[in-house]
């Protein structure tokens, strides 16, 4: 079993930046995959970025590509979004996930098996 718990989510202005956090507990000797998916008000859930446990192999939507940044720090294990120009439709709730299978295809990402509980990211125009 896997915890996840993400933080630093909050209120920022267009064009300003949040640096989200997901701590995972767990059987975290596992290498997994691991990730943060969105969800806007009134949409689905959207995946957003996945990176790989060596961190050598990152996914971004093309919606976040070019100013979201994903890493990771097994030692600690911790997994951090830097969301960099942010705009006012990237609010949403921001859902650390882990084990799934990541893909430059959006058809062929797989379900998490893990989720944490969401932490609100928005962003005033």
């Known amino acids: 079993q896997v915890q996840l718990v993400e933080s630093g989510g909050g209120l920022v202005q267009a064009g300003g930046s949040l640096r989200l956090s997901c701590a995972a507990s767990g059987r975290t000797f596992r290498n997994y995959v691991m990730g943060w998916f969105r969800q806007a008000p009134g949409k689905e859930r959207e995946f957003a970025v996945g990176?790989?446990?060596?961190?050598?192999?990152?996914y971004y939507a093309d919606s976040v590509k070019g100013r979201f940044t994903i890493s990771r720090d097994n030692a600690k294990n911790t997994v951090h979004l830097q969301m960099n120009s942010l705009k006012p439709e990237d609010t949403a709730v921001y859902y650390c996930?882990?084990?799934?299978?990541?893909?430059?295809?959006?058809?062929?990402?797989?379900?998490?098996?893990?989720w944490g509980q969401g932490t609100q990211v928005t962003v005033s125009s």
């Open positions: 996930a882990a084990d799934f299978r990541i893909s430059s295809r959006l058809d062929d990402i797989t379900t998490p098996n893990y």
């Open positions: 990176i790989n446990w060596s961190g050598g192999m990152t």
